[in-house]
């Protein structure tokens, strides 16, 4: 199961660095993504990636303060996280696609999902 680590408590205007073990699925993975989920609200979108790393796509909310990368190497999929603002509290789960899609970007997109991480922004 893909496992999502590095989140924590944090004020705001701090950062974090969110990353995502794809050990055992580099072969079939394509497309990889982050999504949220707020209390009392539906998971939604932050950022996805494929696996060629030169595509990526992101929220909105979240355009200039997060970016996501990937290391081929470590099979890994990071979030750098930064200008942490409340309303990034969230839990924040990582997934994997196993199809070649022009973008990743609605759940339907992704395959494989791993359980969250809690980043908490305190005022």
């Known amino acids: 199961q893909l496992q999502a680590s590095g989140g924590g408590s944090v004020q705001a205007g701090g950062s974090l660095r969110l990353s995502c073990d794809l050990s055992?699925?580099?072969?079939?993975?394509?497309?990889m993504g982050w999504f949220r989920q707020a209390p009392g609200r539906e998971r939604v979108f932050v950022s996805s990636i494929n696996w060629r790393g030169d595509r990526r796509k992101y929220a909105d909310s979240v355009k200039g303060r997060f970016t996501v990368s990937r290391s081929v190497a470590e099979s890994t999929m990071s979030l750098q996280m930064s200008s942490l603002k409340p309303e990034d509290t969230a839990i924040y789960y990582c997934?994997?696609?196993?199809?070649?899609?022009?973008?990743?970007?609605?759940?339907?997109?992704?395959?494989?999902w791993g359980q969250g991480t809690l980043v908490t922004v305190s005022s």
């Open positions: 055992g699925r580099t072969s079939t993975t394509t497309g």
């Open positions: 997934a994997v696609s196993y199809r070649a899609l022009r973008e990743y970007y609605s759940e339907a997109n992704f395959d494989s």
